[in-house]
């Protein structure tokens, strides 16, 4: 109904002689044209894009960007607060404030900030042997795991105080010990911790040297008892050669989503291991250089992913990039945006 439609309504009914019988009326088409109003308003809005919050492990701060547009949102944390160094694992705490892993290959903590406004309340956890913490998850128990990468460990604290509980999980060394390079953490529907590991074995003062295959881990979270969710799979076609496991994520279908550092991103049933579908991103920046992929979120059907490509002189591009669940199809959302430096924490903010 436009304007002039109702004009002329209303004007009729005012030339009707009886008052009561024309106050009706105005009743009527009044209810109507709200109604019509309210329609209107509801068919004209459509959902806010999601704001997505990325870590730059070389600009230690982490940014907010569009995710529709990509465009930049500003710095939700600015380089260096809280002495944020190498940002990597970004999770919302069951209290709704925002922790990040941080840290160095002899050290490490975890950032607890403002859920909201990015500003830093406290050095949340830290010590007990954490070398260069990757992932960080809350468990359903409401206690933080941590995956300290350089010492071949995840760490438990208390969730709510950050005090050290214990050493959930370590390697050996061996194959066997299974915790080689623990990277990016995630609690599955199942109650059960997922781990992604490197194949690396931490010698103690922060080194490291790569001796075996890149896996999924999976744990029990009631008798720590860890076993091979995923084996390492064959590296993807156009990629860089071999296969690093790093990012987890759910999807709508129900599949875990993990993106390899040398490129691609694999989905796996839960019940079975199975892999499901492989999607190679070697191609996204439309070069030579094979491309680097940082960690994953999903908003709906779309995976969201930090990508960099770099070769022996350093990072020569970096961007966000996505990609379609149903049609496995990826596309870059901003290619060499001057406020990502080689990014790998990738959350949707809350």
């Known amino acids: 109904m436009n304007k002039s439609l109702a004009s002329n309504a209303l004007a009729m009914i005012a030339m009707i002689p009886t008052r009561a019988?024309?106050?009706?009326?105005?009743r009527v088409l009044g209810a109507a044209l709200a109604g019509v109003l309210v329609l209107a308003s509801c068919g004209d809005s459509s959902p806010s894009p999601a704001t997505v919050l990325i870590g730059n492990s070389r600009a230690n701060n982490v940014v907010s960007m569009n995710s529709s547009t990509?465009?930049?949102?500003?710095?939700?944390?600015?380089?260096g607060s809280g002495g944020l160094t190498d940002p990597d694992g970004l999770t919302f705490g069951p209290d709704g404030h925002f922790y990040v892993s941080s840290g160095t290959n002899t050290g490490g903590q975890i950032l607890r900030y403002n859920g909201k406004t990015g500003a830093f309340i406290d050095v949340f956890a830290q010590g007990n042997g954490m070398k260069r913490p990757y992932g960080n998850a809350f468990g359903p128990d409401g206690h933080l795991y941590v995956a300290s990468f350089r010492s071949d460990q995840i760490l438990k604290f208390d969730g709510k105080t950050g005090a050290f509980l214990s050493v959930f999980a370590r390697g050996n060394g061996t194959a066997g010990g299974l915790l080689n390079g623990p990277n990016e953490l995630s609690f599955g529907p199942d109650g059960r911790l997922y781990v992604t590991t490197e194949g690396s074995v931490a010698d103690g003062n922060g080194g490291i040297t790569f001796q075996f295959d890149s896996q999924i881990l999976r744990y029990n979270l009631q008798t720590g008892a860890g076993e091979v969710f995923a084996p390492q799979p064959l590296p993807t076609p156009k990629g860089n050669g071999y296969v690093s496991f790093l990012g987890l994520a759910w999807g709508p279908d129900g599949l875990l989503y993990t993106s390899?550092?040398?490129?691609?991103?694999?989905?796996?049933?839960p019940r079975t291991s199975q892999l499901q579908k492989t999607i190679d991103t070697a191609a996204l920046f439309g070069d030579s250089i094979p491309t680097?992929?940082?960690?994953?979120s999903i908003i709906g059907q779309t995976l969201y992913l930090p990508v960099f490509n770099e070769d022996n002189t350093g990072v020569v591009a970096n961007g966000l990039a996505t990609c379609d669940i149903p049609t496995a199809t990826c596309k870059l959302l901003i290619r060499d945006d001057a406020h990502l430096s080689r990014p790998i924490g990738i959350t949707i903010a809350r």
């Open 21 to 26: 019988f024309r106050t009706r009326l105005f």
């Open 292 to 296: 680097t992929l940082g960690g994953l």
């Open 260 to 269: 390899d550092f040398a490129g691609g991103i694999r989905s796996y049933e």
């Open 70 to 79: 990509g465009a930049y949102l500003g710095d939700f944390i600015a380089a």
